[in-house]
């Protein structure tokens, strides 16, 4: 069974650095896309990035080139998602998910971790 | 980098309406929308990939379909369980991606 677990919810303070997790399991971690989705309270879902862990080719939106930094530990099945520099509006619930290629070759996110809650305040 | 405009923003029905939602893009991605429902406090799930295909295990009253820039999205008999947000989502192969700015469906 595919699965992705997120780490717990963090509470931090602006300034601060942060890196949360998604565990791949019950696939071949190296083979698929991670994607990292935003969305802050009472918002819509934001693309921010997307990794491939096989061998750490990374793309992120536009909005957040520069904000955040996704990586990934292929020998801990571990993708990431990290702020150098906390900011309010930071505050968010996070989600990766894995992405699958139909025969067309259109991608999608068919399995989704839980959510991490990201709190930032002073 | 696409633009997705996804109306309407917010929609109210009675159960066993026929329901519709569009998502139109700012430029042609052929047929790479999907469309995700996103109940409060979960995870979003998949439930058209490629404009038109139906995920596994999503009750065939879910359809969508569409290409080029235009793509609608339908529950054709609305029933109380669907009540969520719903997302349009396009893909172009660097891979990047875009959503929609999602619809929240109530009951009349």
């Known amino acids: 069974e595919v699965q992705l677990v997120q780490s717990g919810a963090e509470v931090k303070k602006p300034g601060e650095s942060l890196k949360i997790s998604c565990k791949g399991s019950g696939y071949s971690f190296t083979s698929y896309w991670i994607g990292w989705v935003r969305q802050m309270p009472g918002k819509g879902l934001e693309w921010m990035g997307i990794?491939?862990?096989?061998?750490?080719?990374?793309r992120y939106s536009p909005s957040f080139q520069g904000q955040v930094t996704i990586s990934a530990d292929k020998s801990i099945s571990t993708a990431y998602l990290q702020w150098s520099s906390l900011k309010a509006s930071d505050t968010a619930m996070y989600y990766c998910?894995?992405?699958?290629?139909?025969?067309?070759?259109?991608?999608?996110?068919?399995?989704w971790g839980q959510g991490t809650l990201v709190t930032v305040s002073s | 980098d696409i633009q997705m405009t996804q109306s309407p923003s917010s929609l109210s029905a009675s159960v066993g309406d026929r329901v519709t939602i569009t998502c139109q893009a700012s430029?042609?991605?052929?047929?790479?929308l999907n469309w995700y429902q996103q109940k409060p406090g979960k995870a979003p799930k998949l439930l058209i990939y490629d404009a038109s295909n139906l995920e596994t295990g999503v009750p065939s009253r879910f359809s969508g379909s569409g290409s080029g820039t235009d793509f609608t999205f339908t529950i054709s008999s609305l029933q109380p369980e669907d009540i969520a947000t719903y997302y349009c989502?396009?893909?172009?192969?660097?891979?990047?991606?875009?959503f929609g700015q999602g619809t929240k469906l109530e009951i009349k």
């Open positions: 990794i491939y862990p096989g061998d750490s080719d990374t």
């Open positions: 430029q042609d991605i052929s047929n790479y």
């Open positions: 998910a894995r992405q699958l290629y139909s025969r067309a070759g259109g991608g999608y996110f068919q399995h």
């Open positions: 989502q396009q893909y172009d192969n660097l891979p990047m991606y875009t």
